[in-house]
């Protein structure tokens, strides 16, 4: 199968990231980090939409109730995406003050798996992997992390992904969905140049792993147990996450940044912070909500 990975929307984010599918409206979500914002497309009619926060999103997710929570700085707040209206559910004081949310993902125990990363330029392993339930409880579940990455969860639920930026690793563990205890961690592969640092993360319904190669500009599948399966090229400078989404979930929307380009980058490359989709030949995982009801 021949894959083209093509531009959907020339939306120019400095730092877009958590791509998340909405099937129910046929529409993505997604965040401008450093844009301090929430996109949603909708993709029958084309109708992109905007919603401002006062801080840098790391990361969403969908809710049982219908809002978006947000990984906001450090705190994770609902989003009404009606009135645009933010409220706190949790805050948390980050053993490194410099740090910042970064990826996360809704898990299918419903919670909110979020991670922080260290945010200042010599970064060090002092970020932490966080499991936020509905009713703000916050559990620290990884520490000793630099930049926390790429969470994806199997089919069956029982198997979590997780990768550093700055390991570079990519990391298998245990999870009980019902508690969202995780155990028998495993490194499933060390990222090199060819393969690129592992940005954002998401799981196919035969198991396998589909990782951004943000530094190698490409996005990689790999089977459960670390083997490289493809390798497709992305147009840009840094691809940042896939999500699979679409008629039949066989579409992966993959954002993209721009943030810390030269002018001479973005001039050779004008995609750069676009949304970009590939259509592939099998189904993604579909994505749990936020249990807040």
């Not at 003050?97 to 991670?115: E, T, V």
């Not at 699979?244 to 993959?254: A, D, E, R, S, V």
């Amino acid at each position: 199968m021949t894959f083209s990975v093509t531009r959907l929307l020339d939306c120019r984010n400095e730092l877009g990231e958590s791509p998340v599918w909405d099937g129910e409206h046929n529409r993505l979500f997604w965040v401008d980090i450093n844009g301090r914002a929430v996109h949603a497309l909708e993709l029958a009619s084309g109708l992109h939409r905007t919603w401002p926060v006062p801080g840098r999103v790391g990361a969403i997710g969908r809710c049982v109730s219908g809002r978006l929570v947000a990984a906001i700085e450090n705190t994770i707040q609902f989003l009404d995406l009606e009135s645009g209206a933010l409220s706190v559910l949790a805050t948390i004081d980050f053993p490194n003050p410099q740090s910042r949310f970064n990826d996360g993902k809704i898990g299918p125990d419903g919670a909110f798996w979020i991670g922080s990363m260290d945010d200042r330029p010599q970064k060090q392993p002092e970020s932490i992997l966080y499991r936020v339930s509905a009713d703000g409880t916050v559990e620290e579940k990884v520490a000793g992390l630099t930049i926390a990455n790429g969470l994806a969860f199997s089919p069956d639920g029982r198997t979590m992904f997780h990768s550093d930026s700055r390991g570079p690793w990519i990391d298998r563990w245990e999870l009980d969905p019902a508690t969202g205890a995780i155990s028998n961690r495993r490194r499933v592969v060390t990222l090199t140049n060819e393969t690129g640092r592992p940005d954002g993360g998401a799981c196919d319904m035969d198991g396998n792993y589909w990782s951004s190669g943000i530094s190698a500009r490409v996005l990689n599948k790999f089977s459960p147990d670390g083997k490289l399966l493809l390798t497709i090229p992305v147009p840009t400078l840094l691809p940042t996450m896939p999500c699979f989404g679409g008629p039949g979930m066989t579409t992966i929307f993959i954002t993209s940044a721009r943030e810390n380009r030269t002018a001479e980058e973005l001039a050779r490359c004008p995609d750069a912070g676009a949304l970009f989709s590939v259509s592939v030949d099998v189904a993604g995982v579909p994505v749990a909500k936020f249990a807040d009801r």
